[in-house]
């Protein structure tokens, strides 16, 4: 089962914005709008930022917004502050047979 | 809202079977609205999904894995577990369960996760 691509790692300075991309193919990002995000602060559980490509769960701030075009995902973070720096992973439904992929994960720093 | 906790043995000799267990609380494993998953996430790298099941009994594997696996599901302790067979270390890694949002495939709720070590 192959993992959607992500770059490694990503950097801004606070108030800056940053996209993280997701690249995937025609049988799961490409093919369905069910594309999540995740944070993960070090020794942490990974916890749900965006779902379904560009909705937030009620508490993610609105910095955090999602959007897909074609086979390519992205999450945007706004307004970059300290504490967003974590690793990111994206997820893409794939289908009945292999059903959840995920990205490689992206760390991202805050300058 | 929903809560989850890991259990289960922390060292898993090689060839053998983990088992782990997932306790379900602020919610009930008898819920439509989710499927109960396993995560996990060796040392250092990423997440990779290992399966998940309905209260119901349908399950679905990662199919790199799917050989190897089982996840079953008591809903009357509000539980449900993995199995993973013939274990090597390539095996040792966190492993998290989480409730998956039957209409929009995204992992609503994480346990806190348990670190399971096969040694080499």
């Known amino acids: 089962q192959s993992t959607l691509t992500q770059p490694r790692s990503v950097s801004g300075s606070p108030g800056q914005s940053v996209t993280i991309s997701c690249t995937g193919t025609t049988s799961d990002v490409g093919a369905y709008s069910y594309v999540s995000w995740y944070q993960q602060h070090p020794g942490k559980a990974p916890k749900l930022m965006i779902y379904d490509v560009d909705r937030r769960p009620s508490g993610v701030p609105d910095r955090f917004s999602g959007s897909k075009s074609g086979d390519t995902a992205s999450l945007t973070i706004s307004g970059l502050q300290a504490e967003d720096e974590a690793d990111y992973y994206c997820c893409s439904y794939a289908g009945t047979y292999t059903r959840e992929v995920f990205g490689g994960g992206t760390k991202l720093t805050v300058l | 809202q929903v809560q989850l906790q890991e259990s289960g043995p922390g060292l898993v000799k090689p060839s053998e079977t983990l088992s782990l267990t997932c306790t379900v609380s602020?919610?009930?494993?008898?819920?439509?609205?989710?499927?109960w998953s396993w995560i996990r996430q060796p040392p250092g790298k990423g997440l990779e999904w290992i399966g998940y099941?309905?209260?119901?009994?349908?399950?679905s594997y990662n199919p790199s894995l799917k050989s190897r696996v089982t996840i079953s599901v008591d809903t009357s302790k509000d539980q449900f577990s993995l199995n993973l067979t013939s274990v090597t270390a390539a095996d040792t890694a966190m492993y998290y369960c989480a409730a998956v949002g039957v209409s929009d495939y995204s992992f609503d709720y994480w346990g806190q996760g348990t670190v399971v070590t096969v040694p080499s």
């Open positions: 602020g919610g009930s494993a008898s819920s439509g609205s989710y499927y």
């Open positions: 099941i309905y209260y119901s009994g349908f399950t």
